[in-house]
């Protein structure tokens, strides 16, 4: 198959640049599949698939015109995950946060449920989002412990008591997502040959295009991400009518 992979990410062809995503989610999935596939450790998985995550993040900001990316780093089941899994994912992510905070032209948001994050991880989200507040360009959204489910009980929770809102008319739930004033989300990227969001941002998920990708998340590159704007741009969003 022929691809615009010989293209810089500045020059897009206008197909591409016209059809270009508000806000991109990325489900980074493979990391430990290509560490084994490597004779490597989980620790040495994770940190490959962090500096993809840096690359991706860098990729969409060169694009130009690309508002957010999220990025599904953890769900709150991995850290189900046997202990030295565990302790070498919460190592890596610190960084991960660190330096994308280090590197980031706009906010840095992490959404998910901490209650079970350790204390290093939550010190380096709080400095992260703090070092960042103020930036305008583009937002990075990082998932850490995070479930789609979740995310939409307590937003539709809120909503239900909050006091524009007297029972009679529909709650705005948007307002009240953990991404609420980010784009709407047009392009979700899944790598790892998996067909499924596994509970990564369910709700705003609704009219995005899915593109499914059979590297492994440390194999992501420029070529990956003009393949996944490629079919994003052959969609046709009627929004149902």
């Known amino acids: 198959m022929t691809t615009t992979a010989a293209r810089p990410l500045t020059d897009l062809p206008a197909n591409l640049r016209a059809t270009l995503p ?3 989610a990325f489900i980074a999935d493979g990391n430990r599949r290509w560490a084994a ?3 490597l450790t989980v620790e040495q998985g994770y940190e490959a698939g962090t500096a993809a995550v840096h690359d991706a993040i860098q990729q969409c900001r060169d694009l130009g015109g690309v508002q957010a990316v999220s990025v599904f780093i953890a769900s709150e089941r991995n850290f189900d995950r046997p202990p030295a899994h565990v302790e070498a994912l919460v190592k890596v992510v610190c960084g991960l946060v660190r330096t994308a905070a280090a590197n980031a032209d706009g906010p840095v948001r992490v959404i998910g449920d901490l209650t079970r994050v350790p204390l290093p991880l939550i010190d380096a989200i709080e400095a992260a989002e703090a070092e960042t507040a103020g930036r305008t360009g583009m937002s990075v959204c990082l998932g850490i412990g995070y479930d789609g489910q979740a ?5 539709v929770a809120r909503a ?4 524009h809102f007297n029972g009679t008319g529909e709650p705005q739930v948007d307002q009240f997502l953990s991404t609420a004033g980010l784009p709407e989300l047009d392009l979700v ?3 790892s ?5 596994s509970g990564f941002l369910l709700y705003q998920a609704a009219d995005a295009t899915m ?3 059979d590297r492994l998340w440390p194999e992501w590159d420029d070529d990956a991400l003009l393949q996944a704007l490629a079919v994003h741009a052959a969609q046709t969003r ?3 009518r």
């Open 22 to 24: 508000r806000h991109i």
């Open 37 to 39: 596939d490597h004779g």
């Open 151 to 155: 995310d939409i009980r307590r937003a």
């Open 160 to 163: 239900l008591t909050a006091p």
């Open 189 to 191: 990227v899944r790598t």
């Open 193 to 197: 040959g998996e067909r499924r969001l």
């Open 211 to 213: 593109h499914f990708d």
């Open 238 to 240: 009627k929004f149902g």
